[in-house]
């Protein structure tokens, strides 16, 4: 089964021609980075302007990429949410009009799903129950999956994701955007001892995330001792790489102790980590650590797949195009749609008043 995915959720235009949902053909990714770059984070008006000019070409690349004509697709699975509303609708009425014009299936795919699957393609078979670990510039969550296709989420984010504390901590430091892979390399001349951060507490006991405290601390810990931001050009101080070090590390320690501690408990068969977070070799090597501890394997996806891409949402998609499911042409863009169809959400939590992030 051929089926081509469509990925426009946030500023990443992306398509992929993937057979069976466990190989790749193709996989056409046209990144909105340098667009957003002055602005230090992403413009929705802009980037859905931009899939708009972008996604034709795109879908024409994945297919001529692949070698194969949208006459040979059998299927087409398109993000339908979370993400920006404008950048999706793009990717939404596009697969849409394909799909209806060819009279193939569509289904839409949960994002974050998607990035559980973009570790299918160069690893071993999952084996269930699984642990997923999804830290990307929207999303942190910690997912618990005792079968393909179940999910609950056993930790998820109070305020900002991890990938959003690299980048505005990035931004903080005049370091640039996206701030993830600046840091990290930064970090990497730095020491992560010389700034202890302490891990944020959730009041409720709730095994949650919370980095905006950690933003907060850096920001002061900026003001207090004076630290200049780097000026365009300009190998970053060495106390600006200490304090990227010391940033990196407390986020890394967060999400893998996180893990770590949730796993021992459940003790799941395989770990997934994945999201633009997981290109993060700091994070790697101590998910690496943790799953050798408990003596289970862990999955990453290679650095092409771990931000957006298309591949992993065909791979999302399959299972349910194979079983014959097709949406219905009202299908449109969801911005809050969420990971999870197992009970998990208790009275309590339900009436709580934090707002959750997926
Ligand atoms: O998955 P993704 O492409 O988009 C979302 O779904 O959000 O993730 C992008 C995020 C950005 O916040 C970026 O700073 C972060 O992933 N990122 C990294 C690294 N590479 C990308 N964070 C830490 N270390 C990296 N090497
Ligand atoms: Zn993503």
Redesign the pocket.
């Known amino acids: 089964m051929l089926i081509l995915g469509i990925e426009s959720?946030?500023?990443?235009t992306a398509a992929a021609v993937v057979r069976n949902g466990r190989e790749i053909l193709s996989s056409a990714i046209s990144s909105q980075i340098e667009s957003h770059k002055p602005f230090g984070g992403v413009v929705p008006e802009l980037a859905s302007r931009e899939h708009l000019e972008k996604i034709e070409f795109v879908i024409d690349k994945a297919l001529s990429d692949a070698d194969v004509k949208i006459q040979d697709i059998d299927g087409i699975a398109v993000t339908q949410g979370p993400?920006l509303v404008g950048s999706l609708l793009v990717g939404v009425c596009y697969a849409k009009s394909l799909a209806f014009a060819r009279d193939i299936p569509l289904v839409g795919v949960n994002?974050i799903e998607g990035?559980v699957y973009s570790v299918v393609f160069e690893n071993p078979a999952i084996e269930y129950p699984a642990m997923a670990l999804i830290?990307?510039?929207?999303?942190t969550n910690l997912f618990w999956i005792p079968e393909e296709g179940q999910y609950k989420v056993i930790s998820r984010t109070r305020d900002d994701?991890?990938?959003?504390a690299?980048?505005k901590v990035?931004k903080m430091l005049g370091l640039g955007y996206?701030?993830?892979?600046i840091?990290?390399k930064i970090a990497s001349d730095g020491d992560p001892t010389t700034v202890r951060f302490t891990k944020a507490k959730i009041s409720d006991g709730r095994p949650d995330f919370s980095f905006s405290g950690l933003k907060t601390a850096v920001s002061r810990y900026v003001r207090e001792n004076d630290i200049a931001s780097a000026t365009n050009g300009q190998k970053p101080s060495k106390r600006i790489a200490d304090l990227a070090a010391s940033f990196?590390k407390a986020v890394v320690t967060s999400l893998v102790g996180t893990m770590e501690k949730q796993a021992e408990e459940l003790r799941p068969r395989t770990l997934i980590v994945a999201?633009?977070?997981a290109?993060?070799?700091a994070?790697r090597q101590d998910a690496s650590l943790a799953a050798k501890r408990l003596g289970v394997p862990v999955y990453f996806p290679s650095k092409h797949l771990?931000?957006?891409n298309a591949a992993m949402i065909a791979a999302a998609g399959a299972r349910r195009l194979a079983a014959g499911e097709s949406a219905p042409m009202s299908i449109s863009a969801d911005i809050t749609m969420r990971l999870q169809n197992l009970q998990n959400e208790d009275e309590q939590l339900r009436k709580s008043r934090v707002r959750y992030k997926l």
């Not at 830290?135 to 999303?139: D, E, N």
């Not at 994701?161 to 959003?164: H, P, R």
């Open positions: 959720s946030c500023d990443e993400g994002h990035h830290v990307s510039g929207g999303h994701a991890a990938g959003e690299f980048d990035a996206p701030g993830g892979p840091i990290e990196q999201g633009g977070v290109c993060n070799q994070l771990s931000t957006d």
